[in-house]
Antibody, heavy 123, light 109 residues
Framework: EVQLVESGGGLVQPGGSLRLSCAASGFTFSSYWMSWVRQAPGKGLEWVANIKQDGSEKYYVDSVKGRFTISRDNAKNSLYLQMNSLRAEDTAVYYC????????????????WGQGTLVTVSS | DIQMTQSPSSVSASVGDRVTITCRAS??????LAWYQQKPGKAPKLLIYAASSLQSGVPSRFSGSGSGTDFTLTISSLQPEDFATYYC???????????FGQGTKLEIK
């Protein structure tokens, strides 16, 4: 059974840092693009960042470029999101999500999601 | 950047009704469009990918269509468990960006 379990959320002051983790199991983690997607309270979904299977490519939404860093450790089946210079507008539930892939590429959608971890940025 | 606009923002319907939700892209995205269902306090669930492909395990009353800029999600006969919020998502410029629509809340009439 595919499982994605996020951790690391919590309350942090503006300007602070937090590192989110996502533990993956039930599939060959190193074979998939992985993403972080967030949802502010009462709002819609926003893709934050993704990372290629071997970590060689990483992409970010403009609002977090230069502040957030996505990474992965395939030996530990884990995905990470280092969040620095946090702002009130970063307050959200953060989900890790697996890309829906096929043999020759990606269907560019997310077939498995974690339960999410809440990040609250407030003084 | 490609913007996704869903309509309506909310809709009221009854069990057994046929419901259609529309998603429009600000520029052509071929068929790189997915639909998700989200219930309160839960993670989104993939329903449709590549505009019209039904994700494994999703009931056949859900269907998707469209290409280019205009897409629809249709639920042929609403069931009680279908009342939720639905999001479209595009990834035409994968892997550089994904964009979600603002969501459509489907409520019980």
């Amino acid at each position: 059974e595919v499982q994605l379990v996020e951790s690391g959320g919590g309350l942090v002051q503006p300007g602070g840092s937090l590192r989110l983790s996502c533990a993956a199991s039930g599939f060959t983690f190193s074979s998939y693009w992985m993403s972080w997607v967030r949802q502010a309270p009462g709002k819609g979904l926003e893709w934050v960042a993704n990372i290629k299977q071997d970590g060689s490519e990483k992409y970010y939404v403009d609002s977090v470029k230069g502040r957030f860093t996505i990474s992965r450790d395939n030996a530990k089946n884990s995905l990470y999101l280092q969040m620095n210079s946090l702002r009130a507008e970063d307050t959200a539930v953060y989900y890790c999500a697996r890309d829906l892939d096929y043999v020759w590429g990606s269907y560019r959608s997310f077939d498995y999601w974690g339960q999410g971890t809440l990040v609250t940025v407030s003084s | 950047d490609i913007q996704m606009t869903q309509s309506p923002s909310s809709v009221s319907a009854s069990v057994g009704d046929r419901v259609t939700i529309t998603c429009r892209a600000s520029q052509g995205i071929s068929s790189w469009l997915a639909w998700y269902q989200q219930k309160p306090g839960k993670a989104p669930k993939l329903l449709i990918y590549a505009a019209s492909s039904l994700q494994s395990g999703v009931p056949s009353r859900f269907s998707g269509s469209g290409s280019g800029t205009d897409f629809t999600l249709t639920i042929s006969s609403l069931q009680p468990e279908d009342f939720a919020t639905y999001y479209c998502q595009q990834a035409n410029s994968f892997p550089r960006a994904y964009t979600f629509g603002q969501g459509t809340k489907l409520e019980i009439k």
